[in-house]
């Protein structure tokens, strides 16, 4: 299994062009199964593929199969190691469409003769599902009459697969608000679509920047998307400036702690958690960081631990006493945005930082490791 060597203390400086979206390619290539004709989806990196072949593709693809084969039998996922993932909201969806829902010998079943449109609610105690809305979406721009999904999911990647829906011809208002009305349509047909710009990877390298650069500059980016991330980081000091579709961060006189809580979009995200309690980890003062989307998303801070970190879980709660350096050390990566946070940990800290399980990172980022050493950083990929 390949793994990462950090070389600590470099400091970054340069300019990063962040790739497309994996939350929204992968949906978009399950939505292709809508129709038999030709889609060209731009901007979809290689990432997407491996996720579709190793983990939430099953669950992705229920909705469209639904839609245009009116059954669809996939194993139950696995995923992240981040708590557990039910899927039972997509699949309340579903059956609100008039379908069957038969779980057994680690497969789930959906079939319905017929879809017809109706009102579904996919809130959850822990907010939306933004998966499950783009499921449901998927299997009732097919369906007979109108759906409307109340507590729908707001996210960016939400509205991007809506976005590429309606340009192979299916009926959505609403997308990006918590009431999608989708009017059920004959038939899709092929279209072109370009996938909205990555705002976890730009995220990350925000925190990249603010960990140790001088000044980073993020191209291809939409700042929009991106408010809930560059808010803690000027409260915390940076100085952060958008133009267009370009975000610059640079360090200001001192870092501050912070107070941060993970829900859903336009709030401060999930995915940026771990990478945030690898910056505050090293902010001097006391941090305070909920987990409210994914309780048990914490695997990083035993981890962050062993570099040195000062950080007392409470519950779903860290409390992070910063402190001044943090040291290499062999650190084992346990999923996606873990990862991530590993990586930029070992950008700052005193000597070799070694990353293992290294599959998770590149799972969900392209080329992390060969961006940050563009931008002035030592990282070395240690093939097995
Ligand atoms: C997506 C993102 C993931 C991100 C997450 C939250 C993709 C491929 N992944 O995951 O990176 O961390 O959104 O922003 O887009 N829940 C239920 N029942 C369900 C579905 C979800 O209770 O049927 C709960 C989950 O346990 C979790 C919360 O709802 O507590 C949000 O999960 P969800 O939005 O579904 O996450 P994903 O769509 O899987």
Excluded: W
């Excluded at 962040?18 to 731009?42: D, F, M």
């Excluded at 930082?353 to 990172?361: A, G, K, M, Q």
């Amino acid at each position: 299994m390949d793994k990462i060597l950090v070389h600590g203390g470099r400091r970054l400086r340069g300019n990063v062009k962040i790739s497309g979206s994996k939350n929204s390619a992968l949906p978009i290539l399950a939505a292709t199964l809508l129709t038999k004709e030709p889609c060209t989806i731009s901007r979809a990196t290689q990432a997407p593929y491996d996720i579709v072949r190793k983990m939430r593709a099953s669950v992705c693809i229920l909705g469209p199969l639904l839609g245009r084969e009116h059954e669809a039998t996939v194993s139950l996922p696995g995923g992240c190691v981040i708590g557990d993932r039910p899927i039972d909201l997509h699949l309340r969806g579903f059956e609100a469409l008039g379908a069957a829902v038969k779980v057994s010998g680690g497969n789930v079943k959906v079939l319905a003769p017929k879809l017809t449109g109706a009102t579904v609610s996919l809130r959850s105690t822990f907010g939306s599902t933004v998966l499950g809305t783009g499921n449901v979406m998927m299997a009732a721009v097919l369906a007979d009459g109108t759906t409307v999904i109340d507590g729908a999911a707001e996210e960016p990647e939400v509205v991007d697969l809506a976005n590429f829906l309606i340009a192979m011809g299916a009926k959505i208002e609403g997308a990006g608000t918590r009431t999608i009305t989708i009017e059920g349509v004959k038939e899709l047909h092929g279209a072109e679509h370009e996938v909205i710009p990555d705002r976890i990877e730009a995220g990350t390298f925000l925190v990249a920047g603010a960990i140790s650069g001088d000044e980073v500059t993020l191209h291809r980016v939409n700042p929009e998307h991106l408010q809930a991330v560059i808010s803690p980081l000027r409260e915390a000091g940076f100085h952060i400036e958008s133009n267009g579709n370009k975000i610059s961060i640079a360090p200001g006189t001192k870092r501050r702690p912070l107070k941060l809580d993970t829900v859903p979009y336009p709030g401060f995200p999930t995915d940026m958690q771990a990478q945030m309690c690898a910056l505050l980890a090293n902010t001097d003062g006391i941090s305070v960081v909920s987990e409210h989307v994914f309780p048990n998303r914490f695997m990083h801070i035993a981890e962050l631990k062993r570099m040195g970190a000062n950080i007392d879980l409470q519950g779903a709660t860290a409390v992070i006493t910063g402190v001044p350096q943090l040291s290499g050390a062999p650190v084992m990566a346990s999923d996606l945005r873990a990862s991530a946070a590993l990586v930029l940990a070992g950008l700052q800290a005193d000597g070799i930082t070694e990353v293992n399980r290294v599959y998770h990172i590149d799972r969900g980022y392209d080329s992390i490791d060969e961006k940050l050493n563009e931008l002035g950083a030592e990282i070395e990929r240690v093939k097995a």
